[in-house]
């Protein structure tokens, strides 16, 4: 559906088209409506569905219509789990609105790096992008008020709950005004999700986009069998012999990503570690090189997958397999998106071969599986 069909401002249509967006996913044909509506959403879809941009579009609309509270009371807030899913929505929000008529701030406060600059910038904010730690150090210091707030996001609340902020997210919601809009999103619906749903939404509009949507046909796997001690020589191999760029690489520990970094670098190949033990600064300028296609290989921990969001990312390399199958999916799933192919590879060392056998069970897809002694390794 086009989204000129869908009740948005003649701005915001400008500046979709002038960025080659015409068609609406379909999250957002079924969220931006029921935003406009000013109704209660919950949302369950996964990463890359296009749900920031469903709900940051029909926010800006409104907002353009709204009285804009003043000072140090913000009119949106939007909660998500880490750093930099708070620096991405900020910039969605903060793209779509450069043009409107009505200048509208937003400013993202996260923890990491120091909290000063943040309180002298919330002065005029109208839209705070948050992580729950932060925005409770804010309140407690009353540098802001989110009593007059009109639409509460809760973005990617299943990995807020995992990483266990059940308790700031009750002590936050006890915070704001009774009378307001709330728009929920989870990439699944457990048990927990039902209990903050029940809790937070009024009647809601529930869109699901079914897992399905998300097709791995536009994803090439492939698997080398690989014993432990080789795969940093053979990972290594595949990126110069392939003449990869762009290459995302998962590691399960801090200490293992920091160690495949450090010898992709004393072998001449440009690249960065992303991970909790990072500073802010660091995070934030390796994913801005890693996506601008100015740094060849980024390698993460799971935990900082959900800030990586890239159209055409070409490769995603498994030096370790994750625990669950969720979690490769999750991974792999970086790739092959907005209809553009791309290529999985996943080192399988002996021991982690019925592993990867429960995995593709799980996903019902069979890999094809090499055996690196077969390759000449130049």
Do not use: W
């Amino acid at each position: 559906m086009p989204f000129s069909s869908l009740g948005l401002s003649s701005v915001l249509l400008k500046t979709l088209t002038a960025q080659n967006f015409t068609e609406a996913t379909l999250i957002q044909e079924k969220c931006i409506p029921a935003i406009l509506n000013k109704v209660d959403v919950l949302g369950i879809a996964k990463t890359g569905s296009g749900k920031t941009a469903g709900y940051v579009l029909p926010i800006l609309t409104n907002l353009q219509r709204a009285l804009l509270v003043k000072n140090r009371s913000a009119n949106v807030l939007v909660l998500v789990p880490t750093r930099e899913l708070a620096e991405q929505v900020a910039t969605v929000f903060k793209t779509f609105s450069k043009d409107l008529e009505r200048p509208i701030k937003t400013l993202a406060v996260y923890g990491g790096v120091s909290i000063n600059p943040q309180m002298m910038a919330l002065q005029g904010v109208n839209i705070l992008v948050a992580t729950p730690g932060r925005l409770l150090d804010l309140l407690n210091s009353n540098s802001i008020s989110i009593s007059e707030i009109e639409t509460f996001v809760l973005d990617e609340a299943d990995k807020m709950l995992n990483l266990g902020f059940k308790e700031e997210l009750n002590k936050i919601i006890s915070l704001l005004p009774q009378k307001r809009q709330n728009i929920l999103f989870s990439a699944t619906l457990s048990n927990d999700i039902q209990n903050i749903h029940q809790l937070l939404l009024k009647t809601p509009v529930i869109i699901k986009i079914e897992a399905e949507e998300f097709s791995l046909d536009l994803i090439k796997q492939v698997a080398y069998i690989v014993s432990n001690e080789k795969k940093g020589p053979f990972l290594r191999y595949l990126i110069t012999y392939h003449n990869m760029k762009q290459v995302l690489v998962f590691a399960s520990s801090t200490h293992q990503v920091d160690a495949i970094v450090n010898k992709l670098r004393k072998n001449n190949i440009d690249a960065r570690a992303i991970h909790s033990q990072k500073s802010q600064g660091s995070r934030t300028e390796s994913l801005t090189l890693f996506k601008a296609g100015k740094l060849r290989v980024l390698v993460a921990t799971d935990l900082m997958a959900r800030g990586i969001d890239i159209d055409a990312l070409p490769y995603v390399i498994n030096y370790e397999l994750p625990r669950s199958p969720k979690d490769y999916i999750h991974r792999i799933g970086r790739t092959g998106r907005a209809n553009v192919h791309g290529e999985a590879i996943s080192l399988i060392s002996t021991a982690e071969l019925d592993h990867f056998g429960v995995i593709q069970k799980k996903m019902g897809k069979q890999v094809e599986l090499i055996d690196s002694e077969n390759i000449a390794m130049k």
